[in-house]
């Protein structure tokens, strides 16, 4: 039985996804959750994922996909013995991208969603603020649709609600949903796997960082002009 008001959310317990899943509860009556195991080092973050889906009364999934991490053994997310790289470099991907990660969750969320009879995806890429990954630009999302749907015989609609918002815009979102403290305080975005505001200097947490002083100068700007 097809649900047509029903979303399943690709959560990871970051900052990206877990504002996504307060987005996917505000568009959709029926929301449920899926996380994946695959093979990261900070496995903290599926525990964490699972912790904010019950909390926001949404059924959880969570999937071990972790032979990816043996196909391809470059990437310092998945790999003890690489060093992450701190800064992108030059004209290449960075070690913390995982090839054929969002191909792989997207598609595995998609055959459990159809199962479950849901229609509609919801994923926080983003090709506005990231890391240089290809697969977070919009281009692979509308093919990977097209040929999910051609693969399936169904009509999947991958929602990417951050697709064109900078970090201090998904900070935004995140507080007109009212969930700027959850994703501020228990949501796990470090590259080393550490909570919240994390080690302060990968590049997720530097991204976040530098999104989020953004944010809260320009709230306070705000703030000002309107008292004034």
């Not at 649900?3 to 877990?18: E, I, K, R, Y």
């Not at 692979?140 to 951050?162: C, G, K, W, Y």
């Amino acid at each position: 039985m097809k649900h047509q008001n029903a979303a399943l959310v690709c959560l990871s317990g970051g900052q990206d996804s877990t504002t996504c899943l307060f987005w996917a509860k505000k568009h959709f009556e029926c929301v449920e959750a899926v996380c994946f195991i695959y093979g990261q080092k900070h496995s903290l973050e599926t525990k964490i994922a699972e912790k904010i889906a019950t909390d926001a009364n949404v059924p959880f999934k969570l999937m071990d996909i972790s032979l990816i991490s043996q196909l391809d053994r470059n990437c310092s997310l998945t790999n003890s013995a690489i060093e992450m790289d701190k800064e992108k470099p030059g004209d290449t991907y960075p070690n913390t991208f995982v090839p054929g990660r969002n191909m792989v969750f997207l598609t595995f969320a998609a055959i459990w969603a159809r199962s479950r009879g849901i229609f509609n995806l919801v994923t926080g890429v983003s090709e506005a603020d990231y890391s240089g990954y290809p697969d977070c630009r919009d281009t692979f999302i509308r093919s990977l649709n097209v040929t999910l749907n051609l693969a399936m015989d169904e009509q999947f609609v991958i929602h990417t609600p951050l697709m064109n918002r900078d970090k201090s815009e998904v900070w935004q979102l995140a507080d007109e949903l009212g969930v700027f403290d959850l994703v501020r305080n228990e949501t796990l975005t470090c590259n080393n796997g550490i909570p919240a505001d994390g080690c302060g200097h990968c590049p997720a947490c530097k991204l976040r960082r530098e999104g989020l002083e953004k944010y809260l100068e320009r709230k306070i700007r705000k703030n000002n002009e309107h008292q004034n």
